[in-house]
């Protein structure tokens, strides 16, 4: 039953892997529409006489409601409620309370600047809050997301190999521990993506890979003691 057992979670391990590298591959691909997407919104200005999806246009909302809570209430949520013509967002996270969202009440007519399908910023009363709902950033985030569904992947299907190919060595005694060992670098290699990340906002996509290799790296030299 034991050997079963390591032949089913092996299975399950290897299918994880398969498709945590495939969608990992699949999101690296995406990095140079998404930078594309990025520059075009950098580059936007005010519609003129011409309104089209790559100018920033002024679409009038009205405000259904808002929802504040702040990180010592339960968690932290900057959300304003509309109701308008498409595409207006049914929802915008404002990111913050202030300068803007904190004053608007239900009713309230405001106007919302619009860039393709994302409320870039609202505007009412000569005060405008810009949102996070733009794409500023989408690239950074898309590549170390791939980086640690690849680590994560990776292990999964190493792991799943090893049980498949060894269930009954595995069922008469344990796990061995470099198994264990793997899983836990495994886990650090994608922590390593959160600072690589983070880089990328002075360095892109290509420097968010860079320094994930090299932070990983480091981490391998530092766990090798007992391989």
């Known amino acids: 039953m034991r050997t079963l057992w390591h032949y089913c979670w ?6 994880l892997g398969v498709t945590l590298i495939f969608f990992a591959g699949v999101t690296l691909a995406l ?3 998404r930078m594309a997407e990025e ?10 006489a011409a309104v089209t999806e790559d100018c920033l246009r002024s679409v009038q909302a009205t405000v259904r409601d808002t929802d504040i809570r702040e ?45 393709r399908e994302y409320a870039t910023a609202v505007h009412k009363d000569g005060v405008t809050q810009y949102s996070n709902d733009n794409p500023e950033g989408l690239p950074l985030i898309a590549t170390a997301v791939a980086l640690a569904m690849f680590a994560i992947g990776l292990f999964a299907l190493y792991a799943g190999g090893h ?17 264990w060992k793997r899983g836990m670098q ?16 002075w360095a892109g996509p290509f420097g968010v890979f860079v320094l994930w290799l090299v932070l990983v790296a480091m981490l391998l030299v530092g766990t090798r003691e007992g391989d």
């Open 71 to 115: 990180p010592n209430k339960g968690g932290q949520t900057h959300d304003l409620l509309l109701t308008g013509p498409a595409p207006v967002p049914r929802r915008v996270d404002m990111g913050k309370a202030q300068p803007l969202l904190r004053h608007l009440r239900a009713g309230d007519v405001v106007t919302v600047i619009m860039w």
């Open 10 to 15: 092996g299975a399950v391990a290897v299918l």
């Open 163 to 179: 049980a498949v190919a060894r269930a009954p060595e595995y069922a008469a005694t344990e796990l061995p521990a470099r198994l």
């Open 39 to 48: 520059r075009a919104y950098q580059a936007a200005r005010p519609c003129r």
């Open 31 to 33: 990095v140079p529409d």
């Open 186 to 201: 495994t886990l650090g290699a994608a922590i390593c993506a959160v600072p690589a990340g983070l880089f990328g906002i």
